[in-house]
T-cell receptor
């Protein structure tokens, strides 16, 4: 079964600095999707960024970018110029074909002013 | 309203009570999901509905009973719950053709006493 591992239960970053959240996954599939979701305190979970495994180019959304290493099965999220509003739980997730989304346990990000 | 809404946002119930959680999506999607989110555990997919038909039940105890009367509404009927069922219950929706991109509601925080 596919698994997603987020090895950092908590991370902190200074406002305006850059932080990288780690995610590794286990799969035997060659075609799949990877996602980062953000869940602010008491607010809805929203999709931050997604990556298709067949694309070699790393996805980027404004201050959010990923480092996708397919051979290493690694999918880290980089947040540049961190803002107070970036404080949240971040979940890495995986999906292959019509299979269900598999989530990691999450990383709690604190942004210090 | 827009997006995915859930009511109630908080619910406290005794082990012998019967209650229902409601989810409504205003995105024109055809697939809806129930997830359970417990502290320090990955999100657990409970049920999936595509075009009102249940397509997945991840070995959820029968004390949880889903209902999907149409593509916009999803219910989770609860009865004789256990304290370990206390969690945040999240509803999500997606276009069937874009199965992977799910939009989440704010969740119902359930406490079973």
């Amino acid at each position: 079964a596919q698994t997603v591992t987020q090895s950092q239960p908590e991370m902190s970053v200074q406002e305006a600095e850059t932080v990288t959240l780690s995610c590794t996954y286990d799969t035997s599939e060659s075609d799949y999707y990877l996602f980062w979701y953000k869940q602010p305190p008491s607010r809805q979970m929203i999709l931050v960024i997604r990556q298709e495994a067949y694309k070699q180019q790393n996805a980027t959304e404004n201050r959010f970018s990923v480092n996708f290493q397919k051979a290493a099965k690694s999918f880290s999220l980089k947040i540049s110029d961190s803002q107070l509003g970036d404080a949240a739980m971040y979940f890495c997730a995986y999906r292959s074909g019509s299979e269900k989304l598999v989530f990691g346990k999450g990383t709690k990000l604190t942004v210090n002013p | 309203e827009t997006g995915v809404t859930q009511t109630p946002r908080h619910l406290v119930m005794g082990m012998t009570n019967k209650k229902s959680l409601k989810c409504e999506q205003h995105l024109g999607h055809n697939a809806m999901y129930w997830y359970k989110q417990s502290a320090k555990k990955p999100l657990e997919l409970m049920f999936v509905y595509n075009f009102k038909e249940q397509t997945e039940n991840n070995s959820v105890p029968s004390r949880f009973s889903p209902e999907c009367p149409n593509s916009s509404h999803l219910f989770l009927h609860l009865h004789t719950l256990q304290p370990e069922d206390s969690a945040l219950y999240l509803c999500a929706s997606s276009q069937v053709t874009s199965y992977y991109e799910q939009y989440f509601g704010p969740g119902t925080r359930l406490t079973v006493t």
